[in-house]
């Protein structure tokens, strides 16, 4: 089978690639996007036309969804095969993604089920997964300076969201708007498992933030993304995210020690011991592995789904305690497999409890890591995603 593998840098890609190569696929890559940004559709276009007329490809495939990807495959009927890793992808509720040649893969049901109808027979839920093989090499090749590096007694890796939220930029004198959003945002923060801004947004609430806020974000083409949407999950929706995560550093470090793995600012959380920024292929796994808790905070904008995090923390033979997540349920066993926490104050007496029983932790994780290996490897979910998107 021969693919062209249009690239833009993302951290799946390598695994992706290593992937196709175990399956004896013969894979043409465009890698323009990984060291340009600034590629527009047009340009994307030409650089496609111009590959296609020289080779003969069976199959697009892509990290997240390009819309301009999905019309060239229209014209050619060459199915396109775009797994969603991340969320929100806005180019989602592009029209063309309607077209009858796209095959889109969504690992959050609850995007599954908002984009579904819109094209039944070429939009599939389908979670994440993990190369182990990949994950095992890093951890077992690492020397003793990396392991007493990123040993850690609990660990998050991730962004704080505080550099990435639009919402601080925010002004106004509708107190009456501010408040209630604030509101909204702090009943939010309470409730685990159930994404309820959006509905609670009225048309007059999105006009009157529209108006205050400079450079609203609009879909530059023809698109299904509401402001409404827009408010609720690039706004408020990161907002929600940085306070969940800031208020959990902040509880946790004054008690227990806390590294933080992240280009974000911690001044304001003075106890927690940032570490920066680690690899995601050559350092992140280490990490995982040699943390007696692993924190997971999903991004609100992930509503149901499991985000990549969770798949790399438990590929690790590492001990997660997470948020609570519907699908989480869907496929690990909680006390078995994994931990959640049902507010701040059960994360608290969780933490305290697993630090004190690690022989309980441990042995989660070392059989969370057998259901890994034998259900959600990425050999495993590319078998799965090309069985279902070819067919017949």
């Known amino acids: 089978m021969n693919i062209l593998f249009y690239r833009y840098g993302s951290i799946c890609e390598p695994d992706v690639l290593e992937t196709f190569g175990k399956f004896g696929f013969n894979v043409y890559e465009i890698k323009d996007e990984i060291s340009d940004k600034n590629i527009t559709p047009a340009q994307g276009i030409a650089i496609l036309n111009k590959v296609l007329d020289k080779k003969n490809v069976d199959v697009i495939f892509t990290i997240n969804f390009y819309p301009f990807i999905s019309e060239v495959c229209n014209i050619y009927k060459i199915p396109y095969i775009s797994w969603i890793v991340d969320s929100p992808v806005v180019e989602l509720f592009s029209v063309s993604i309607k077209n009858p040649y796209n095959r889109i893969f969504l690992f959050d049901r609850e995007t599954y089920?908002?984009?579904?109808?819109?094209?039944?027979?070429?939009?599939?839920?389908?979670?994440?997964?993990?190369?182990?093989?990949?994950?095992?090499?890093?951890?077992?090749?690492?020397?003793?300076?990396?392991l007493e590096k990123f040993k850690s007694d609990i660990s998050f890796v991730g962004s704080l969201y505080t550099e990435k939220c639009e919402y601080n930029d925010f002004i106004t004198t509708d107190y009456e708007l501010r408040g209630y959003l604030e509101g909204l945002m702090a009943a939010q923060l309470k409730v685990y498992g159930y994404y309820f801004v959006e509905e609670c947004l009225s048309d007059d609430i999105v006009e009157r933030f529209k108006k205050d806020f400079k450079d609203f974000y609009t879909y530059p083409a023809e698109s299904y993304l509401t402001d409404k949407k827009t408010l609720s999950e690039r706004y408020l929706g990161t907002k929600i995210s940085s306070m969940e995560r800031v208020n959990i550093m902040?509880?946790?470090?004054?008690?227990?020690?806390?590294?933080?793995f992240t280009g974000s600012d911690t001044k304001d959380i003075p106890n927690v011991h940032n570490k920066g920024l680690v690899k995601s292929l050559t350092e992140m796994p280490v990490v995982f592995a040699n943390s007696k808790i692993n924190l997971n905070i999903t991004a609100k904008s992930i509503r149901s789904g499991i985000s990549q995090r969770v798949f790399d923390i438990l590929g690790c033979k590492g001990f997660m305690l997470s948020n609570y997540q519907s699908e989480l349920f869907d496929y690990f066993v909680p006390g078995e497999d994994f931990d959640y926490y049902e507010d701040l104050n059960d994360l608290y007496n969780k933490c305290n409890y697993y630090l004190s029983h690690q022989d309980v932790a441990k042995e989660m994780a070392n059989s969370t890591y057998e259901k890994i290996c034998k259900h959600h490897t990425i050999e495993i979910r590319i078998a799965q995603m090309f069985e279902t998107a070819l067919k017949k």
């Open 113 to 146: 089920n908002d984009l579904h109808d819109l094209n039944p027979d070429c939009i599939f839920h389908l979670p994440l997964a993990v190369n182990v093989t990949a994950k095992d090499k890093v951890i077992k090749n690492a020397n003793s300076y990396d």
């Open 250 to 260: 902040k509880l946790l470090s004054t008690k227990f020690d806390v590294n933080l």
